[in-house]
């Protein structure tokens, strides 16, 4: 099965509120990265895990290796926050590759 | 700091012929150089990771003799896409990243390959 399982695969938020995007995966992992798409196809950078926890502005995310999950938290979603949301886990066994999630549609409404 | 550099951004190409697409990394040293693809309704899939002074390694389903890689110096990185068919179409992504230093991996904007 699928090493990393990425939920959900779309929300829906009003502006002004919040929500949890979540990935979980089938063996430990070394580290994870978030990743945002922009409208032009690019991955932009949100975070880099490797344990604990991390915050910018509205965002927040969590890893936690052992239990084996990474949480991406949004709080005040805004209009520019739609986009579609990928985790990436980092198999240290592997050769350092990324695994991703399938990936989560974001999108926020007025 | 440090950016990736990937182009074309999109290439249209005839069924049976090859494409080729270029990733530069700026701000930083690229010892390790991943390429991706996304196809279409499925998510990012590795087909090769490149480290410097190591031997590329290919994902199951991906070849080199289909995808050849060039990892030339610290700075670029290149993908062929061989005798490409419509099952090649997609974005194709190259990640790179320091392994001395940043553990991130930057990526480029990618290359939406349209196969006809």
């Known amino acids: 099965g699928d090493q990393v399982e990425q939920s959900p695969s779309a929300l829906s938020l009003h502006e002004g509120t919040g929500s949890a995007l979540r990935c979980n995966f089938t063996?430990?992992?070394?580290?994870v990265q978030w990743f945002r798409k922009n409208s032009r196809g690019s991955l932009i950078n949100l975070f880099y895990l490797a344990s604990g926890t991390k915050e910018n502005g509205r965002l927040k995310s969590a890893f936690d290796s052992k239990e084996r999950y990474s949480t991406l938290h949004i709080r005040d979603a805004q209009l520019e926050d739609s986009g579609t949301y990928f985790c990436?886990?980092?198999?240290?066994?592997?050769?350092?590759?990324?695994?991703f999630g399938i990936g989560t549609l974001l999108s926020v409404k007025p | 700091g440090a950016l990736v550099y990937q182009y074309p951004r999109r290439t249209i190409c005839k069924s049976g012929t090859s494409m080729r697409m270029e990733c530069q990394a700026v701000g930083f040293q690229a010892t390790s150089v991943a390429w991706y693809r996304q196809s279409p309704q499925k998510t990012f899939e590795l087909i090769a990771l490149?480290?410097?002074?190591?031997?590329?390694?290919?994902e199951q389903n991906f070849t080199q003799e289909k995808f050849p890689i060039s990892h030339p110096n610290l700075s670029f990185s290149s993908m062929t896409v061989l005798n490409a068919y419509l099952e090649d179409r997609g974005l194709y992504l190259c990640g790179a990243r320091d392994l001395g230093a940043a553990e991130t991996l930057y990526f480029g904007s990618g290359t939406r390959l349209t196969v006809l």
């Open positions: 990436a886990a980092e198999d240290g066994s592997s050769g350092n590759k990324l695994i």
């Open positions: 063996t430990t992992m070394r580290a």
């Open positions: 490149s480290t410097v002074n190591s031997a590329i390694k290919y």
